[in-house]
Structure formats: structure tokens, C-alpha cells
């Protein structure tokens, strides 16, 4: 599976922003997904994952409820439209396949990142 993650941009505090991750190969629909987030001399941390049987999914407390994490299997895209958005968001996001759930070491796949850049 490669990943391409794209939708990211600067935008300010309160504003909205969503993310796309694209993927190739056959077997997306088998792998959970999950996006991911860094900042610079930081550890890679959970955002936001979707199973691919049942589309449960997860977030972390600091998005809950201004994030919401959706995929289109026949589109082979998992998409993170992100609301309300704080400085505190601002991180190069990236998305993997595996998971799913907020442990990074069950990831297989991931994508080159995106930079989002909120102002305040």
C-alpha cells in the first residue's frame, strides 16, 4: 500500500481544514486507518483512526469532538476533516494504514506528511 496525503495548508485559529490520504493497491479496504501527527523534536502522536470492517472509530481527548476521521474504500481515500482548529494543531500530519488504534507500532504503511499550520 503507498499513501499520499495531501490538504494541508495555514489557516486561522477557529478555521477548518481537510485532509485527504489517497492510497494504491489492492487491499486498502483490509487495513485500518489513521493519521498521525509531528511536530519538530517531537514524538509522532495519534490523532484519529478508522477500522476498515465495522468504520469504528478513534479519536485522541485533545480532537475529540473538532476532528472526525472518515474513509471511502471504493475511493481508496481516508479523509480528516478538522474544525475549530487551535496553534496547538499545527503539525506535519501523516497517515498510515494498519491499526487500527493509537498505537503507532501496528501501522505498516505510511504516507509522506502534510503540513498544517494554524495561526492565532
Known amino acids: 500500500v503507498q499513501l499520499q496525503a495531501s490538504g494541508g495548508g495555514l489557516v486561522q485559529a477557529g478555521g477548518s481544514l481537510r485532509l485527504s490520504c489517497a492510497a494504491s493497491?489492492?487491499?486498502?479496504?483490509?487495513?485500518?486507518m489513521g493519521w498521525f501527527r509531528q511536530t519538530p523534536g517531537k514524538e509522532r502522536t495519534f490523532v484519529a483512526a478508522?477500522?476498515?470492517?465495522?468504520?469504528?472509530?478513534y479519536y485522541a481527548d485533545s480532537v475529540k469532538g473538532r476532528f472526525t476521521i472518515s474513509r471511502d474504500n471504493a475511493k481508496k481515500t481516508v479523509y480528516l476533516q478538522m474544525n475549530s482548529l487551535k496553534p496547538e494543531d499545527t503539525a506535519v500530519y501523516y497517515c498510515?494504514?494498519?491499526?487500527?488504534?493509537?498505537?503507532?507500532?501496528?501501522?505498516?504503511?505510511w504516507g509522506q506528511g502534510t503540513q498544517v499550520t494554524v495561526s492565532s
Open positions: 498510515a494504514a494498519g491499526g487500527p488504534g493509537p498505537v503507532i507500532a501496528v501501522y505498516n504503511y
Open positions: 493497491g489492492r487491499t486498502f479496504s483490509s487495513y485500518g
Open positions: 478508522i477500522s476498515w470492517m465495522s468504520g469504528s472509530t
